[in-house]
T-cell receptor
Framework: AQSVTQLDSQVPVFEEAPVELRCNYS??????LFWYVQYPNQGLQLLLK??????LVESINGFEAEFNKSQTSFHLRKPSVHISDTAEYFC?????????????FGAGTRLAVHP | KAGVTQTPRYLIKTRGQQVTLSCSPI?????VSWYQQTPGQGLQFLFE???????NKGNFPGRFSGRQFSNSRSEMNVSTLELGDSALYLC?????????????FGEGSRLTVL
């Protein structure tokens, strides 16, 4: 079985400051890792994913995440946040074999960007 | 391409009633998953259908059921509603048969049980 722990339920930050949202996972098998974002009153949107290969993955809007197998972490970072990044961010995992589209989500981190 | 469409968006039911929620996936997507989102439990996987077959199921009681039609549209049903079933129910579709692909989520159906 897999589990995901998002270490911060809320992260307040000022605009243009860097931010890191932390995610740790537990699994006895290899996994795929994802970050999804949910804006108010909307569904979730994929931000980025790690399947294999380079441990650093990037999104089109400046976020990046690094897969660290030894620390079982997949932290999300952005060097300079904007007001529009205010949303809830979810880390998720699925087994790399047989998991199909069953994602195990963390509890979420609410990012609040202040002017 | 149209996104994932869920209906109804909002509904109110009373305890003991049943409810059916509908999900139309993105055209061409054969996988439809359902998730329950609550403030207390977060996002929890309900089940996934692929080509009309349920191939994965979460840890929910039998009151929660679903099905998928030949056009990939899916419905989920909750019978004998309880107060704790109040939640946002999210549907997601994917064109990745083996997983690891992107899930495209609808905006959800918000169910309130009184």
């Amino acid at each position: 079985a897999q589990s995901v722990t998002q270490l911060d339920s809320q992260v307040p930050v000022f605009e243009e400051a860097p931010v890191e949202l932390r995610c740790n996972y537990s699994s006895s098998v290899s996994v795929y890792l994802f970050w999804y974002v949910q804006y108010p009153n909307q569904g979730l949107q994929l931000l980025l994913k790690y399947l294999s290969g380079s441990t650093l993955v990037e999104s089109i809007n400046g976020f990046e995440a690094e897969f660290n197998k030894s620390q079982t972490s997949f932290h999300l970072r952005k060097p300079s946040v904007h007001i529009s990044d205010t949303a809830e961010y979810f880390c998720a995992v699925t087994p790399d074999s047989g998991g199909y589209n069953k994602l195990i989500f963390g509890a979420g981190t609410r990012l609040a960007v202040h002017p | 391409k149209a996104g994932v469409t869920q209906t109804p968006r909002y509904l109110i039911k009373t305890r003991g009633q049943q409810v059916t929620l509908s999900c139309s996936p993105i055209s061409g997507h054969r996988s439809v998953s359902w998730y329950q989102q609550t403030p207390g439990q977060g996002l929890q996987f309900l089940f996934e259908y692929f080509s009309e077959t349920q191939r994965n199921k979460g840890n929910f009681p039998g009151r929660f059921s679903g099905r998928q039609f030949s056009n990939s549209r899916s419905e989920m049903n909750v019978s004998t509603l309880e107060l704790g079933d109040s939640a946002l129910y999210l549907c997601a579709s994917s064109d990745a048969g083996l997983g690891a692909g992107e899930l495209f989520f609808g905006e959800g159906s918000r169910l309130t049980v009184l």
